[in-house]
């Protein structure tokens, strides 16, 4: 008859840690202080008997740890805040999932009523006139403005066409003229989309438009 023979063996401190999730891994500022640490020992037993180290230089690197020290965890706080920063942003970034928004752009769509865009005046306009134009870069319809103050100026566009036709249904680009005085000024078109979610980036907060476009939330000039 064969004998089962029972082994029993103690599991080693590193895989009860592996099994247990336990870390090593200390942070830098107490690998800092280890490191120095080490360096001011050997340095206080391999000094000269005869001219050992005195209050003055063991004072100064002393100081330099404290401020090494201080700067490391001066770093590791604002890590941490930024992250928070960055974590409240997304919250409030993602209440405007939904919203329509004007950003740059020079892009208008149309299902046969038109659509809506807009215009960025950096000053004020004695003229202004849109002409929006087909996939070809046909114009089909130019709309001439008054007077227009400073600022951002939300427009709509019935659909039509100068000649009182209906646009086909698809996306169409618009020009912006803008003058004063007889002399050009510059004027940023704006587009209008809906905000579908946001993202996190290294760059900040992003918006994911309706139109493909990603923008910041400091590229937004208007919220509907």
Same mark, same amino acid.
């Given at each position: 008859?064969?004998?089962?023979?029972?082994?029993?063996?103690?599991?080693?401190?590193?895989?009860?840690?592996?099994?247990?999730?336990?870390?090593?891994?200390?942070?830098?500022?107490?690998?800092?202080?280890?490191?120095?640490?080490?360096?001011?020992?050997?340095?206080?037993?391999?000094?000269?008997?005869?001219?050992?180290?005195d209050?003055?230089?063991?004072?100064?690197?002393?100081?330099q740890?404290?401020?090494?020290?201080?700067?490391?965890?001066?770093?590791?706080?604002?890590?941490?805040?930024?992250?928070?920063?960055?974590?409240?942003?997304?919250?409030?970034?993602?209440?405007?999932?939904?919203?329509?928004?004007?950003?740059? *752009?020079?892009? +208008?769509? @149309?299902?046969?009523? =038109?659509?809506?865009?807009?215009?960025? !005046? $950096?000053?004020?306009? %004695?003229k /202004?006139?849109?002409?929006?134009?087909?996939?070809? *870069?046909?114009? +089909?319809? @130019?709309?001439?403005? =008054?007077?227009?103050?400073?600022?951002? !100026? $939300?427009?709509?566009? %019935?659909? /039509?066409?100068?000649?009182?036709?209906?646009?086909?249904?698809?996306?169409?680009?618009?020009?912006?003229?803008?003058?004063?005085?007889?002399?050009s000024?510059?004027?940023?078109?704006?587009?209008?989309?809906?905000?579908?979610?946001?993202?996190?980036?290294?760059?900040?907060?992003?918006?994911?438009?309706?139109?493909?476009?990603?923008?910041?939330?400091?590229?937004?000039?208007?919220?509907?």
């Open positions: 008859m064969a004998t089962v023979q029972n082994s029993t063996s103690t599991p080693t401190q590193a895989l009860l840690d592996s099994m247990n999730g336990t870390k090593n891994k200390t942070s830098s500022v107490d690998e800092a202080q280890d490191r120095f640490m080490t360096l001011l020992i050997t340095q206080m037993k391999n000094q000269d008997p005869l001219n050992p180290m209050n003055a230089q063991v004072t100064s690197q002393m100081a740890l404290s401020t090494v020290t201080g700067i490391n965890k001066l770093n590791n706080t604002l890590d941490s805040l930024i992250s928070s920063v960055q974590t409240g942003q997304s919250y409030q970034a993602s209440s405007m999932i939904g919203h329509n928004v004007l950003v740059s *752009g020079n892009d +208008i769509s @149309t299902t046969g009523k =038109g659509g809506y865009f807009g215009v960025d !005046l $950096p000053s004020g306009a %004695d /202004l006139s849109i002409t929006i134009k087909d996939a070809a *870069g046909t114009p +089909i319809r @130019t709309v001439v403005l =008054g007077a227009q103050n400073a600022g951002t !100026l $939300p427009l709509s566009w %019935d659909g /039509l066409a100068d000649d009182g036709s209906v646009a086909k249904t698809g996306r169409y680009q618009f020009e912006v003229n803008a003058t004063t005085a007889g002399k000024i510059d004027a940023t078109g704006l587009s209008y989309s809906q905000v579908l979610s946001i993202s996190n980036s290294t760059s900040g907060i992003k918006l994911n438009l309706s139109n493909l476009a990603t923008v910041s939330t400091s590229d937004v000039k208007e919220i509907f």
